[in-house]
C-alpha cells in the first residue's frame, strides 16, 4: 500500500522495519519519503514579514508512505499479479489492505508522538490521502517506493460502512452546533472515541484503561438521554457489564491482557459507540 499526503509527516524519511507482535517471521517495512521538503528551519526564528496581499499560494511538500508485506513473498511475478487482480475485484479484500496499511503508519506516528511526548500527535486515515495505490513489485522496486504494476484506489467515495456512517450522522452539523454553543461534547465520546483509536492500533492495553472511564461517564451523560428501545437495551447491558470494563483496566494495569478480557472490551466499546451513534442521529 502506498498512501501520499499533502504536507510533511511526522516521522523522519527512512525505511523503517516492523514486527507484528512476537511473529518473528511477520515482518512488514514501512518506507517514508519526502517529496518537494523546504530547507530546514534554521535555529532561530525569522522576524515577521508583511505579508503581499494576493501573493500567489505557496507549493506544499508531498509525504509519501508506503507499507510493504515482507512475508510470505510470491514465488513470480505472475503469481503476485494474479494476487493483485484478485485483490482489486473484492471491495472487502481492498479494505482490508488499506486498513493494513494505514495500521503500520500509525503505528510509526504513535510511536513518533510518544517518543517526542507531543500531546497533539495524530493518525491518519485513507481519506485525508491525496492519492492512494495497492500494488506489486520486486524488493528492491517496493523499497524505493515504486511498483511493477500498480492501481490507484478511490477510498473517499462509494457505500462503505464508514462513508454511511458519516452521511447518517452530518457531522458538518454537529461542528457548527458545537462551535456556536448550541451543542457541547460529553466528555464520554472524547473517551470512547481514543479507546476506539486505541484498539485499532494495536494498543488494547490503553484501550482497556480509556474504556472504563469512558463507559463510567457514558452511563452517567447518557442516562434517560432518549426514549428508543435499542438505547434503553444498550445501556442496561452496559450497567450489567461495567465490572468487566474494570476488570479489564485492572489487569491491563499489570500487563497484556488475555483473549478473553480483550474481546470483553472490544464490545463493550462497539456498544458504547452504538449507544452514542445513535444518539447522533435520533437528535438529527
Same mark, same amino acid.
Given at each position: ?121 495524530? %493518525?491518519?486515515?485513507? @481519506? *485525508?490521502? &491525496?492519492? =492512494? /495505490? ?5 524488493? !528492491?522496486? $517496493?523499497?524505493?517506493? #515504486? ?108 500487563? %497484556?491482557?488475555?483473549? @478473553? *478480557?480483550? &474481546?470483553? =472490551? /472490544? ?5 458504547? !459507540?452504538? $449507544?452514542?451513534?445513535? #444518539? ?5
Amino acid at each position: 500500500m502506498q498512501f501520499e499526503f499533502a504536507g510533511t509527516l511526522g516521522v523522519a524519511d527512512g525505511r523503517y522495519l516492523a514486527r507484528d507482535g512476537d511473529a518473528e517471521n511477520r515482518k512488514s517495512v514501512l518506507v517514508v519519503e519526502t517529496l518537494g521538503a523546504p530547507p530546514p528551519p534554521g535555529r532561530r526564528r525569522r522576524r515577521p514579514r508583511e505579508a503581499e496581499p494576493g501573493a500567489a499560494l505557496s507549493s506544499l511538500p508531498l509525504a509519501r508512505a508506503t507499507a510493504i508485506r515482507a512475508f510470505e513473498p510470491f514465488d513470480s511475478p505472475d503469481d503476485a499479479g494474479r494476487w493483485l487482480d484478485a485483490t482489486i475485484e473484492a471491495e472487502d479484500a481492498v479494505d482490508a489492505v488499506v486498513a493494513g496499511g494505514i495500521g503500520l503508519l500509525n503505528r510509526a506516528l504513535h510511536a513518533q508522538t510518544t517518543a517526542i511526548a507531543d500531546p497533539r500527535g495524530q %493518525e491518519m486515515s485513507p @481519506e *485525508r490521502a &491525496a492519492m =492512494v /495505490r495497492i500494488g506489486c513489485g520486486s524488493g !528492491e522496486e $517496493v523499497a524505493a517506493g #515504486r511498483f511493477s504494476v500498480a492501481h490507484e484506489i478511490d477510498v473517499r467515495t462509494g457505500t462503505s460502512r464508514r462513508r454511511r456512517r458519516e452521511e447518517e450522522l452530518r457531522p458538518q452539523e454537529r461542528v457548527a452546533a458545537v462551535l456556536g454553543g448550541r451543542e457541547r461534547i460529553d466528555a464520554s465520546e472524547t473517551l470512547v472515541l481514543r479507546a476506539r483509536a486505541d484498539l485499532d492500533g494495536g494498543r488494547c492495553r490503553e484501550a482497556a484503561l480509556q474504556l472504563r472511564v469512558g463507559l463510567e461517564a457514558l452511563l452517567i451523560e447518557l442516562a434517560g438521554a432518549m426514549v428508543d428501545p435499542g438505547h434503553e437495551e444498550d445501556m442496561v447491558e452496559l450497567e450489567a457489564r461495567r465490572h468487566e470494563a474494570g476488570e479489564a483496566a485492572n489487569v491491563a494495569l499489570r500487563g %497484556e491482557l488475555d483473549a @478473553e *478480557r480483550e &474481546a470483553n =472490551v /472490544r464490545e463493550l466499546t462497539a456498544i458504547c !459507540e452504538r $449507544v452514542l451513534r445513535r #444518539r447522533r442521529v435520533l437528535r438529527g
